[in-house]
């Protein structure tokens, strides 16, 4: 018999005790395998996002979109300098530590390695070519051309909407929050450097040039310098548990 569609009743169940008998406080956190296999809170690993009462919609709804206009927001309102070729590269930042944490990116973009840094194929065709109604409504698109050859040198843009932090856990909200702190002062060609000297996953993919246009695994920031060294690394078994487990009630 299927529960809510899905054949994991009994996994789906041992969640949902959690969230209504509120065994587990809100700012612990969560491990699936732990959910499973009944283990204590003292062996739990830190390295999932912590659990609330939207544990379950978390798990079948996605908010990539709305996270990704707020943290679009967040940094146009808390960094300087910050047209699409910074920003793009503080989204990067921000989903390659969030990854070295927890084995999965906060906004679930695909990055390609180009020459002046990661870009997310994605929105960088909305912006240049129609954005969509709800990022018209979160952000102003202002491009500035050369005078004489109409060449875009950049694209400006303005905030038009307050950030909502509703859509974010505690760890990634950490996570904006530092990576908006290390580069606030910082113009897009300083952060290239940055880039370089901390192995991140742009400069192994890119190479150069070797690797233009290239998709950047997200995996590469297993292997990264950490942004927040206080937080430990998850472990690939770890990851790889995860994947299995998320991917059969997908």
């Known amino acids: 018999m299927t529960f809510f569609g899905f054949k994991y009743k009994g996994f789906f169940i041992s969640i949902w005790r959690c969230c209504i008998n509120r065994t587990v406080p809100r700012n612990r956190d969560f491990c699936p395998r732990n959910a499973i296999r009944n283990r204590p809170l003292s062996s739990q690993l830190p390295y999932s996002d912590p659990i609330g009462t939207r544990l379950v919609d978390a798990m079948f709804v996605s908010r990539d979109r709305e996270k990704l206009l707020n943290a679009i927001i967040y940094f ?24 070295r944490q927890t084995g999965k990116t906060i906004f679930n973009l695909k990055y390609k390695a180009w020459d002046k840094g990661p870009v997310p194929s994605q929105l960088w065709a909305e912006l240049k070519y129609g954005a969509k109604d709800d990022l018209k409504k979160a952000v102003a698109l202002n491009s500035i051309k050369d005078g004489i050859t109409d060449k875009t040198l950049r694209r400006d843009l303005k905030p038009l909407s307050a950030f909502d932090k509703k859509y974010f856990t505690e760890r990634e909200l950490n996570i904006l929050e530092r990576v908006a702190f290390l580069f606030k002062e910082l113009k897009a060609a300083d952060m290239s450097e940055f880039s370089h000297m901390k192995h991140l996953p742009w400069a192994a ?16 920031s297993l292997d990264a310098e950490p942004l927040m060294k206080e937080t430990p690394t998850i472990p690939r078994e770890e990851m790889e548990f995860r994947r299995e487990l998320f991917r059969d009630i997908a």
């Open 76 to 99: 146009l309102r808390e960094t300087n300098h910050c047209h699409t070729l910074k920003l793009f590269k503080l989204l990067n930042f921000s989903d390659v530590e969030h990854f």
């Open 205 to 220: 993919v890119y190479q150069q040039g070797k690797g233009t246009d290239k998709e950047i695994p997200p995996e590469l």
